[in-house]
Every structure is written in C-alpha cells, then in structure tokens.
C-alpha cells in the first residue's frame, strides 16, 4: 500500500498522542516508546516523500534523518520570515539534540521488547543512573518529550 506526504503527517500526529496514552496508562512503557518512535518514523517518511517518494531506508531512522532533510534548513527561507540568526540556531541544536536522543534510545526490534528486557536494554545503553522510581518509565518520558519537541519543530 503506498502512502503520501500527508497520510504520513497525519499518521504521525496520531501515533504521537498514542504514545502519549500508553504513557500516561502507566503499564505500557515499552510500547510508549516504539510507537514514538513511528511517529517520528511517519514525520521523517512525509519530509522524504516530498522529496522522493522511494523509501530505500526501511526503518533505519539515521537513514531517514538524512533522507528526509528536515535537519537541513534554508536559512534564507526563514530570514524571509523575519527569524534571526539566533532563532535558526537554536530552532537547529533543538532538532539536533531531539534527533540524537531518539537516534539513540528507539529502534525498530523494539516491538518485540518486553517492559523488562527493554529496561535491562536501556540502562546498558545509557549508561544507568540510579534513579527514584522505574528507570523504564523515566526513559520514556524524555524519549517522549524529545519525539514530540521534534514533531513540534519539524
């Protein structure tokens, strides 16, 4: 089945406040992840497709990054719109540092995770932190509000 731009935008914003549900549910923490994650995934496919509509990168989400574009911006196009040096700048380190923590923390094979292999996976990966209450939850969160910062600024 092929999807345009606009399909993947909407799917997104949808699998965004899906996301946020199994979050806020407070027992789906693995879940919450991976469906942030294809949030992100359907933003990266719409900036894609309006480029190119062949997708090479399957679910490689470093692959879609730079696909996609979005981390590339026409700093002329948003001067036109009277944004200063200093807005593009941060508007980018935003998107970069959202970018980089989604890069790290979601990967497709997550679907199959469990809540606990995906907290014994994520505190390797992250180098744990002894933290106050479940370690999973708490990864999810800023998993979270990084995928929504980057859907709100891509």
């Known amino acids: 089945m092929d999807f345009p731009p606009e399909h993947y935008f909407q799917t997104a914003t949808q699998r965004m406040r899906q996301a946020h549900h199994l979050y806020c549910e407070g027992s789906s923490f693995a879940l ?32 879609l990054f730079a696909a996609s574009g979005i981390l590339r911006v026409d700093r002329d196009k948003l001067k036109a ?23 790290r923390l979601w990967a497709n094979n997550y679907r199959f995770a469990s809540e ?29 509000n990084s995928a929504q910062r980057f859907m709100d600024k891509g």
């Open 32 to 63: 919450a992840i991976y469906v942030g994650g294809v949030a992100v995934e359907c933003l990266l496919r719409a900036f894609k497709g309006r480029r190119d509509p062949t997708f090479d990168e399957k679910h490689n989400l470093l692959r």
């Open 81 to 103: 719109r009277s944004w200063t040096d200093s807005q593009i700048d941060g508007h980018l380190q935003t998107l970069q540092v959202a970018a980089d923590q989604i890069f």
């Open 116 to 144: 606990e292999r995906l907290r014994v996976h994520l505190k390797r990966i992250t180098g744990y932190q002894k933290i106050k209450g479940d370690y999973l939850k708490e990864q999810a969160r800023q998993f979270l």
